[in-house]
């Protein structure tokens, strides 16, 4: 029976390193505390003007590449984004432009931190249902557009002003601290072939979502639940800035990603000790911490990137992969297990052989 292989991956970071230092400029905060409470130590941002399928371009070109795939070979694409370059159209059309792709059918979807592993499902559904046979898969975000800092925040951020922040601004900051500290931007993507054989490729996949608390991690405004879909008021009261319950969106992921995992092995008949690596959604290595301890897989087997990247909501795994695929830590049937937690909720996991 056919079904998807990761045939070659690509990711693009952009070029401008944020330390957390830089971070502790522009409100209340400390490298130590983000370090401890997070495992963040850097964070890459995009210059001003690029977007999300800006670093999309040159990962997917890499991804293809990787793969021995040409352009003209791709027969669907699947965006998954948070932070598109436009309200409408989304940004799949855009990518199948730019990289000169034919007229394909092309997915934008949006599940947030969980959107990598929904996009390889509808991937693999395709390539099972004889709809398609080489596919492209994107996680891409640019956060930094989320971020309401000033131009002059900007500029003490970049080290180009000394001077303080005006103090209502540095409390403004302050207060949104919890979230700003965390995110970065990337992009990368995976090229998906059909392939028959069970020894390599996808094994299984696991999706799940209840939008009963999507309050506890969204965006409250600038939405066509308002008429206008935005406005001056909902500008002014900083309705565009996401809304995240720390410490409950914590609680949910360590629990649904521990649980979601343990089913996915379960239901294949396989244990941890099956494993070769887990990459798991980079949004708290504390998170991430808790659920390699739940699951008893030893350090070996897991692999971080959030210190140098944040997290990158659908972009995470991945990079992940792309990262370990080009250190040589997986070969031809080795089993990956990907497990990941995002707005939504939404939350997952996927069984794939190298
Ligand atoms: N710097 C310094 N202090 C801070 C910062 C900061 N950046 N952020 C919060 N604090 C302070 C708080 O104000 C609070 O101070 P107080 O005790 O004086 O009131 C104290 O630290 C503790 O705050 P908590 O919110 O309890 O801190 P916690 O340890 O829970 O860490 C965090 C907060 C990092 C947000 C954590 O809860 C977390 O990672 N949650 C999950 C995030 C996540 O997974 N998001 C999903 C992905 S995003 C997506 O899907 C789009």
């Known amino acids: ?49 690029t977007s999300t399928t800006d670093l999309a371009v040159p990962a997917a070109r890499r991804a293809l590449e990787r793969a021995g795939v040409a352009p003209e070979e791709v027969d669907l694409v699947v965006f998954a984004t948070m932070t598109p370059d436009h309200f409408f159209p989304g940004n799949g059309g855009l990518l199948q432009a730019r990289l000169g792709l034919r007229p394909v059918p092309c997915f934008d979807i949006r ?37 309401p800092w000033s ?54 996949h696991l999706l799940a979502a209840d939008g009963a608390d999507y309050d506890k991690l969204c965006v409250p405004g600038v939405g066509f639940k308002h008429r206008p879909f935005v406005d001056h008021a909902q500008i002014d009261r900083g309705d565009f800035v996401p809304i995240m319950e720390g410490r409950y969106v914590f609680k949910m992921a360590t629990t649904r990603m521990t649980e979601v995992a343990q089913a996915i092995l ?5 244990t941890t000790g099956d494993l070769s690596l887990v990459l798991m959604h980079q949004a708290n290595k504390r998170i991430n911490e808790y659920v ?9 087997k897991v692999v971080h990137n ?33 497990v990941g937690f995002g707005a939504g909720m939404t939350w997952g996991a996927t069984l794939v052989r190298g």
Not at 124 to 147: P, S, Y
Not at 266 to 270: E, M, S, V
Request: proline share 4%.
């Open 266 to 270: 379960a239901r294949n008949g396989l």
């Open 111 to 147: 599940q947030q931190c969980t959107g990598f592993l929904y996009g390889l499902q509808l991937a693999d559904a395709h390539v099972r249902a004889g709809l398609a046979k080489t596919i492209l898969v994107v996680g891409a975000e640019v956060h930094t557009g989320f971020m």
């Open 1 to 49: 029976m056919l079904h998807a292989l990761i045939a070659g991956s690509g990711s693009e970071i952009p070029p401008n390193l944020v330390k957390n230092e830089a971070l502790a400029r522009i409100m209340d905060t400390s490298d130590a505390w983000i370090r401890e409470r997070t495992g963040v130590e850097t964070r890459y941002f995009v210059d001003a003007g």
């Open 306 to 338: 959030i210190h140098k990247y944040g997290n990158t909501t659908a972009a995470t795994i991945p990079l992940l992969w792309d990262e370990c695929a080009r250190a040589g830590r997986i070969g031809p049937g080795d089993l990956v297990l990907l």
């Open 151 to 204: 131009a002059g925040a900007w500029a003490r951020l970049a080290g180009d002003v000394d001077a303080p922040l005006a103090p209502g601004e540095w409390e403004f900051n302050t207060r949104i601290r919890h979230l700003t500290v965390l995110f970065g931007d990337g992009a990368a993507a995976v090229v998906v072939r059909a392939h028959e054989g069970a020894g390599r490729g996808v094994v299984d």
């Open 292 to 300: 390699q301890r739940a699951l008893g897989i030893p350090d070996e």
